[in-house]
């Protein structure tokens, strides 16, 4: 399986662009913009040598959390789909839709996402591994001192850390 990081473009937050390696390892120092066509430095410092993630490969920042990925247009479209067969089959359609989605959601791969400039990392070494999002690390980032809830950062970031209690 490749890996992959989609991120925004460093002149552009609107524009994103996704770069693609065989293995984590293989990512090069820069890579093209599919949006502004400059080249952007990547940090591959950020790439564990077992091909984990120790930091953001776009900003280098040390805090990710894990995310499903599900793939969200699809699971809509499977709901729609049932809500037009619904009159046709008693409503059962509803259930399978239910079903299917509860299933997409179950086997969906996780994804790893930068607090800091939200690139998405896809591919990477399980290990070491960053827990869920939690909002207390994200309201320290955006608000920084003024956070009521922010916590101090852990030294070392995400990597190997426990999941939030909340
Ligand atoms: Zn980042």
Redesign the pocket.
């Known amino acids: 399986m490749s890996a992959s990081v989609e991120?925004a473009c460093p002149r552009d937050a609107e524009g994103f662009t996704r770069v693609y390696a065989a293995t984590p390892r293989e990512f090069a120092a820069a890579q093209r913009c599919l949006h502004c066509g400059d080249e952007h430095a990547l940090q591959r410092e950020s790439i564990t040598d077992k091909g984990g993630l120790a930091g953001?490969v776009?900003?280098?920042?040390i805090e990710l959390y894990t995310l499903k990925d599900f793939p969200r247009a699809l699971g809509i479209t499977v709901v729609v789909i049932a809500a037009v067969l619904a009159p046709f089959t008693y409503y059962v359609s509803l259930f399978v839709a239910a079903g299917i989605d509860a299933a997409l959601y179950a086997f969906a791969p996780n994804m790893v996402m930068?607090?800091?400039?939200?690139?998405a990392h896809r591919g990477f070494a399980r290990e070491p591994r960053h827990p869920r999002f939690d909002r207390e690390i994200d309201e320290r980032l955006k608000f920084g001192e003024r956070a009521v809830m922010g916590k101090p950062m852990r030294p070392g970031g995400t990597a190997g850390a426990p999941e939030p209690e909340h």
């Open positions: 991120l953001c776009s900003c280098g920042h930068c607090y800091v400039c939200h690139a």
